[in-house]
């Protein structure tokens, strides 16, 4: 008979372009020690894993020792759900499918499951924030992408393939803007940071009004959210477009799912009430009529530097129960 | 302790504006006995589920006894999957909520789950279908209106109010046509009954061409499949603009919930592939990138007759799983 351990803490970690992120996480979600290095300086994935790898296990043996971790939650862009790969992600230096889980999981002896953001977020949201008890709801990122993750019936949706939630790739307008994904019209193309870059420029070029926008060395979200608070007016137009597109974009994602509630989370999530209310007042216009003022609009409660590896370490806790690449 | 009898039977119910029809079915989906009378001779609701009752009451005296029945499955329209209710049908006679489930349970003495069309032809197919052995799939219902329903993780996604599913209320055209709901632009609007009818209508309107379709007595989705099998190029071009709306509708869908097959039910899905083709064309051209060709579209192979009792009975089985209106 095996040796029964209770294993009491699990590793989380965040893989984005610029950075990765690492900690050990004990079950009340308390992150006990974090690191991170920068993901760029490894143009090889291989190279890229080894590393984080070693640097894992050496985080492990001098806090707590091998014994006292049970598994590993990763949180990366384009991942599969159930392979545990990241795939042809535009965004990544790695092309093609990178089996990061499989890979990682040899080196560490130990199970890890491999989510995109959203679907950490999801679990870090119903673990620890805003959808504590909630058993269908929807979170949505809003940064450089636009990306979404189901809850359905208290587990994450993960789709045949491992890619539900892909909302920023919906049809929203047919012929309209180009997207990084080779399609027109996306809703990212509307509602993400360089839609909301192209809107205000679209905004400008209409009107002769002025703007603090006008003379911006270099628009982003974050700065057009900043005039707005400086009352700008073409500064709120810009957003009151955005969260018609939004606001649509999620009536037809509500018709179909019925959520509790939308959740928000990144950085255009910031610009609060002027991309939320006309979001919402076109929302409940098109909304099928039986859930017309029924679902709640969150913006996530989670401490924003480290929801993203809190967030991997609920999956990891979750990796038997989603039995990943066996 | 009470006695444990082993109950080998269900009630499956099918509730449509017509008619209403109900069978006492076993465990293999065997259809033991059947009946059926004109839901509209019923104005009032009360009156109607009285009669329902006794008539169920009677059919399964004559047929083997109380003791050998052990749930309620009912299909009908506008259904509240968590509260038993139908709600606010625009098609049916009675208005407002109907508790169907809850009087239908107090009259009869045993459990009741209530689902729409949709529900319970995704559980028929997933028990004795198309969809056996699949865990995320949706079922598509095209006739009168569109409806659909998600399986997610093996279990229906009922959603927050039980109304997950209503894709045929997605805006697919902004402020394109009027639609029985109040909004413009509904999917169904276009893929439905009258949406193919009106297709049909501004085809003939925009195109000198002859077409059987000008000398039709009435217009029906029927008809028009009929006259696209006889080589009818103006009724092979409605199906044509249905498809494609259907697509593109369905490819939103999809980058959303990556079911692994849609699966289509009701009178329009039999138009086959003057609708499918360009249906399959737009919805590859629009769905999200890693998902291109990996959909299955296949058509529901459940006795049509049958399948909405079928399914109901399937619903009845599972009644302590959804734990409904308790």
């Known amino acids: 008979m095996e040796q029964t351990i209770i294993k009491k803490r699990v590793i989380g970690v965040d893989i984005s372009l610029e950075e990765t992120t690492y900690a050990i996480v004990?079950?009340?979600?308390?992150?006990?020690?974090?690191?991170?290095?920068?993901?760029?300086?490894?143009?090889?994935?291989n190279d890229y894993i080894a590393t984080l790898s070693e640097r894992i296990l050496m985080m492990i043996e001098e806090n707590g020792g091998y014994e006292s971790v049970r598994s590993v939650g990763v949180s990366c862009p384009s991942a599969n759900f159930s392979t545990g790969c990241m795939e042809n992600s535009p965004n990544m230096l790695w092309k093609g499918v990178i089996p990061i889980g499989p890979m990682m999981r040899d080196r560490l002896g130990m199970a890890v499951a491999v989510a995109n953001n959203a679907q950490v977020i999801a679990l870090g949201e119903h673990a620890f924030g805003s959808a504590r008890g909630m058993h269908?709801?929807?979170?949505?990122?809003?940064?450089?992408g636009m990306g979404s993750c189901i809850f359905s019936n208290g587990m994450i949706h993960k789709g045949?393939?491992?890619y539900a939630g892909e909302?920023?790739?919906?049809?929203?307008?047919k012929n309209g803007r180009l997207c990084g994904c080779g399609h027109r019209g996306c809703l990212e193309t509307y509602t993400a940071a360089k839609g909301i870059v192209l809107t205000a420029q679209e905004v400008m070029a209409e009107n002769d009004a002025p703007?603090?926008?006008?003379?911006?060395?270099?628009?982003?979200?974050?700065?057009?959210?900043?005039?707005?608070?400086?009352?700008?007016?073409?500064?709120?137009?810009?957003?009151?477009?955005?969260?018609?597109?939004?606001?649509l974009g999620l009536a037809n994602?509500?018709?179909?799912?019925?959520?509790?509630?939308f959740i928000f989370t990144g950085g255009i999530a910031k610009a609060g009430d002027w991309l939320l209310d006309p979001m919402q007042e076109t929302f409940e216009k098109h909304v099928y009529k039986n859930m017309q003022g029924k679902t709640k609009f969150l913006v996530s409660e989670l401490d924003e530097d480290n929801h993203d590896?809190?967030?991997?370490?609920?999956?990891?806790?979750e990796v038997k129960e989603y039995s990943l690449f066996k």
């Open 309 to 317: 590896v809190l967030g991997a370490s609920v999956l990891a806790w």
């Open 160 to 162: 045949s393939d491992g």
């Open 136 to 144: 269908n709801f929807v979170v949505i990122t809003l940064g450089t």
């Open 253 to 261: 994602y509500a018709s179909v799912v019925n959520p509790e509630a």
């Open 167 to 173: 909302v920023g790739h919906t049809t929203i307008v």
């Open 26 to 45: 004990n079950a009340k979600g308390e992150i006990l020690v974090k690191d991170s290095f920068p993901t760029e300086n490894y143009p090889e994935a």
């Open 211 to 247: 703007s603090l926008m006008r003379s911006a060395e270099k628009l982003s979200p974050k700065i057009i959210a900043q005039y707005c608070n400086q009352g700008d007016e073409l500064a709120i137009e810009v957003f009151r477009r955005t969260g018609m597109m939004l606001g």
